[in-house]
């Protein structure tokens, strides 16, 4: 029976500290998602099942060295399957449509470019390169170990990525971006 009481125990402690690591860490990771999917309603549902499936790995994640860093690791990766389905979703969808209705020479052309719009232009992994190191403030280290890629990677991504949102955006419209808005 001591058996069963320590292991009790240990439960009720990595549950208090999974608690903690939740309610330190859900709101940024809902945010992280929210960035690079551009989907504001499904950014919570990511972020949810990003812990979800923290909390089924729980004793390797707080053994790891980085926890939080793991955890946007989590997010970029169903972000990233998010994106594609979406995608997937958006041709089949597109497909139908061509089919059976008429075509307009007329350009739809929005009359506003947002961060957010912009951002979405990006790829991938340029675009969680710079939404970790321009909103979330990460260090190039801190990025590279989140998203899985070399130092060298995050610089040349980031650098890249904001090339590309200063030609569309324009030099000042970046700055909504680095100061945490977008």
């Known amino acids: 029976m001591g058996a069963n009481r320590s292991a009790d125990v240990e439960g009720d402690a990595a549950a208090v500290e999974f608690r903690a690591f939740f309610e330190r860490h859900y709101a940024e990771l809902a945010r992280l998602a929210r960035l690079l999917t551009g989907d504001p309603e499904g950014a919570d549902d990511l972020a949810a099942d990003a812990l979800v499936a923290l909390w ?4 390797r994640v707080r053994a790891a060295d980085h926890p939080a ?5 989590v997010v970029a990766n169903l972000a990233r399957s998010h994106i594609r389905s979406a995608m997937r979703e958006r041709r089949r969808v597109a497909l139908f449509w061509a089919q059976c209705t008429e075509h307009s020479d007329a350009p739809d ?4 470019v947002d961060v957010q719009q912009a951002l979405r232009t990006l790829p991938f992994r340029k675009r969680a390169c710079v939404v970790l190191r321009h ?3 990460l260090s190039e280290r801190e990025t590279a170990l989140a ?7 995050v610089k ?3 650098s890249k990525g904001m090339a590309q949102l200063e030609r569309l955006l324009g030099a000042g419209a970046t700055g909504e971006l680095v100061g945490g808005r977008a």
Do not use: E, H, N
């Not at 052309?109 to 506003?112: A, H, L, M, N, S």
């Not at 998203?147 to 990677?153: F, H, R």
């Open 56 to 59: 089924r790995r729980w004793d």
């Open 69 to 73: 860093a793991y955890a946007r690791g």
């Open 109 to 112: 052309v929005p009359t506003v």
């Open 135 to 137: 909103s979330f403030d």
């Open 147 to 153: 998203l899985g890629v070399s130092v060298g990677t």
């Open 156 to 158: 040349s991504q980031t």
